[in-house]
């Protein structure tokens, strides 16, 4: 079964803090993906990043990264220089390819609160 | 394009009552899904469909029934409102047939059941 774990509940930082979202995940299968999405204060769900479990390499897209290593079942997510805007909740998700292709589990989310 | 729309965005039910949550697209989209919003829940799958006429359930189906006669259409009905169904609720649609494909969420719908 797939499960993603997502420790911290609650995070505060100062502005131009970085910041590091855990996610740890769990599957069974060997091809899977793995999400970040976005929930600003707003409510909508933004879509940040999708990765497959082949492609280790770290992403970069400005001021956010995500580390992504197998042997930990983790991926984790960096905000560098944090601003107000990225208050909000993020939540990490997991679809596997082959058992579970068909149910995209998500982790409780971390509240991200950027102070000024 | 509209995306992923969803009636209406607030509604408010008494205990007992029935009503469809209402959830279109318009990218031709296979694959669609509803989800519950509960604090400190994170999102937990009701009901998906691969396809118009296939639906399936997720993890948390009770007191929920959907139908898919179409692509575009995925309602999600409420059969017999409880309080425990207060949440917020979202649809979401993808390419293809499987969930690991971007997931378009629409706007969500924020149910209180009295």
């Known amino acids: 079964a797939q499960k993603v774990t997502q420790a911290q509940t609650e995070i505060s930082v100062v502005e131009k803090e970085d910041v590091t979202l855990d996610c740890v995940y769990e599957t069974r299968d060997t091809t899977y993906y793995l999400f970040w999405y976005k929930q600003p204060p707003s409510g909508e769900l933004v879509f940040l990043i999708r990765?497959?479990?082949?492609?280790?390499q770290n992403e970069i897209s400005g001021r956010y990264s995500w580390n992504f290593q197998k042997s930990t079942s983790s991926f984790n997510f960096t905000i560098t220089a944090s601003q107000v805007v990225d208050s909000a909740v993020y939540f990490c998700a997991l679809s596997e390819a082959q058992g579970g292709s068909e149910k995209l589990v998500f982790g409780k989310g971390t509240k991200l609160t950027v102070n000024p | 394009n509209a995306g992923v729309t969803q009636t209406p965005k607030f509604q408010v039910l008494k205990t007992g009552q029935s009503m469809t949550l209402q959830c279109a697209q318009d990218m031709n989209h296979e694959y669609m899904s509803w989800y519950r919003q509960d604090p400190g829940m994170g999102l937990r799958l009701i009901h998906y469909?691969?396809?118009?006429?296939?639906?399936d359930q997720g993890e948390v189906p009770n007191g929920y029934n959907v139908s898919r006669s179409t692509t575009e259409d995925f309602p999600l009905r409420l059969l017999s409102a409880a309080p425990s169904q207060t949440s917020v609720y979202f649809c979401?649609?993808?390419?293809?047939?499987?969930?690991?494909?971007?997931?378009?969420f629409g706007p969500g719908t924020r149910l209180t059941v009295l």
């Open positions: 979401a649609s993808s390419y293809g047939r499987q969930a690991y494909n971007e997931q378009f």
């Open positions: 469909s691969v396809g118009a006429g296939i639906t």
């Open positions: 990765r497959n479990s082949f492609d280790e």
